[in-house]
């Protein structure tokens, strides 16, 4: 299981009602190192300014590192289906010894914007694998809604944008994917042989729900693992520790 750590750069918080927390880097940099200290942890996603305060209190050793490399489509802004590279690149994840990198890629079909954030993807998919370094994807359809870019979490646009995502690049050897769990997500796997992580569920919903949803999806073919960040890192009673191991007995 790898722990997420690469959301605070958007503003995706403000609705959650979680920001003020996260806000915080100090009590965020402590439930990480409590997170990464549990059994079954294997290593964490996050930008470098994460991935660099987590290297230097020695809480990285012997796990993988998954460098967050688009940052710039902030959440509510006019610019946000153009999403550029503005982390990690694939060179300096190579030189730092990271494992991969990890893109967010949003398809808006009505956004120009969309077709250069492809390319880039692309283009990060195939540097990354000139280096034999994982590439993780994941991938949404989208619309705007009321003026706001919104996810569309039906099944069928999710195998969608899984087709999109694994043809970007000159070689899929390196790609995984990253993806949500959603009502039949058997035909979801069904449409890669790419191997899967399944992301962290919506923090507002009841834990034993999440639970469910993440056993069922990881029980079917190609799924190797969870991605979770604020389900986890913020549970609602606090205890980061049981809420890690709890996510790992799933596993």
């Avoid at 808006?108 to 954030?117: H, I, M």
């Avoid at 999109?164 to 000159?170: E, F, R, V």
């Avoid at 029980?219 to 389900?231: F, K, N």
């Amino acid at each position: 299981m790898i722990i997420a750590a690469d959301h605070t750069a958007r503003g995706a918080l403000d609705v959650r009602g979680i920001t003020g927390a996260m806000a915080n880097r100090y009590d965020l940099l402590d439930r990480l190192v409590t997170a990464l200290a549990r059994p079954g942890v294997d290593g964490v996603l996050a930008t470098p300014d994460v991935v660099e305060d987590l290297l230097l209190l020695g809480a990285l050793d012997d796990k993988v590192v998954i460098g967050s490399m688009n940052r710039a489509g902030l959440q509510g802004a006019r610019f946000e289906i153009d999403d550029r590279f503005t982390a990690y690149d694939s060179a300096t994840i190579a030189r730092m010894g990271l494992d991969g990198g990890k893109m967010l890629c949003r398809i808006e079909p009505e956004d120009p914007a969309t077709a250069p954030t492809l390319e880039a993807c692309a283009q990060a998919v195939t540097e990354l694998a000139g280096h034999g370094l994982m590439a993780m994807i994941e991938p949404f359809l989208c619309q705007r809604a009321q003026g706001k870019v919104v996810n569309d979490l039906s099944t069928a646009a999710v195998v969608k944008s899984v087709a999109i995502a694994s043809a970007l690049g000159a070689t899929s050897a390196y790609t995984w994917l990253k993806l949500p769990v959603v009502d039949a997500m058997e035909q979801v796997i069904a449409a890669t042989t790419l191997p899967t992580l399944i992301l962290g569920g919506d923090p507002t919903t009841a834990t034993a729900q999440i639970h469910d949803s993440w056993a069922k999806a990881l029980a079917l073919p190609g799924v190797r693992g969870l991605v979770v960040g604020r389900s986890l890192l913020y549970p609602p009673d606090g205890d980061v520790a049981a809420a890690v191991d709890a996510a790992v007995a799933l596993l």
